[in-house]
T-cell receptor, first 115, second 112 residues
Framework: GAGVSQTPSNKVTEKGKYVELRCDPI?????LYWYRQSLGQGPEFLIY????????DSGLPNDRFFAVRPEGSVSTLKIQRTERGDSAVYLC?????????????FGPGTRLTVL | EDKVVQSPLSLVVHEGDTVTLNCSYE??????LLWYKQEKKAPTFLFML????IEKKSGRLSSILDKKELSSILNITATQTGDSAIYLC????????????FGRGTQLTVWP
């Protein structure tokens, strides 16, 4: 595609529910990143994939958060037992690869609201 | 603890003014510094800086890195209302390739 796309654009859920957020990177980009941005803050790193494998998942806040990229393209961020503190904009980015001074291109984000 | 600090946090100017946004960083194993513009939700890439003293320029925007002072500035000349946005600074470390450490951003508002 022309750019990084994310679905849904908005998601409202109730505390305790499970949610999945999807990211479709730019075609040909092997690296994919997830960030979370709370109001008034800069994006905070969660996890990144090089191909199908998670190269760095040290930003995931706890074991309720999990992400997959089974075919090296689309990625899904999964959040179990959502809490009100999970409310934020979840941004996905992709780049040609990690480590080659390649800029990251961001998608429009998914605004998650946990009631 | 690694830190990226931007100043000012917000700035209001009139069209035609020139602005300078600041970013300072304290990270180990510095690799690159990036500037992004964020309108609504998606940050869009502006510049990547890796070497000290070399200015990068794109139209009315320019940026330079000072590795000795551990800082960078982003200049915008002849500001327009379309420049209103949050400007984000991010740093990449060589030991954690791919992972960007962002500052809180500078909210720039340009009045007509």
């Amino acid at each position: 595609g022309a750019g990084v796309s994310q679905t849904p654009s908005n998601k409202v859920t109730e505390k305790g529910k499970y949610v999945e957020l999807r990211c479709d990177p730019i075609s040909g980009h092997t690296a994919l990143y997830w960030y979370r941005q709370s109001l008034g803050q800069g994006p905070e790193f969660l996890i990144y994939f090089q191909g199908t494998g998670a190269a760095d998942d040290s930003g995931l806040p706890n074991d309720r958060f999990f992400a997959v990229r089974p075919e090296g393209s689309v990625s899904t961020l999964k959040i179990q037992r959502t809490e009100r503190g999970d409310s934020a904009v979840y941004l996905c980015a992709s780049s040609l690869s990690a480590g080659g001074y390649n800029e990251q291109f961001f998608g429009p984000g998914t605004r998650l609201t946990v009631l | 603890e690694d830190k990226v600090v931007q100043s000012p946090l917000s700035l209001v100017v009139h069209e035609g003014d020139t602005v300078t946004l600041n970013c300072s960083y304290e990270v180990t194993n510095f690799r690159s510094l990036l500037w992004y513009k964020q309108e609504k939700k998606a940050p869009t890439f502006l510049f990547m800086l890796t070497s000290s003293g070399i200015e990068k320029k794109s139209g009315r925007l320019s940026s330079i890195l000072d590795k000795k002072e551990l800082s960078s500035i982003l200049n915008i000349t002849a500001t327009q209302t379309g420049d209103s946005a949050i400007y984000l600074c991010a740093v990449e470390r060589g030991s954690t390739l791919g992972r960007l450490y962002f500052g809180r951003g500078t909210q720039l508002t340009v009045w007509p």
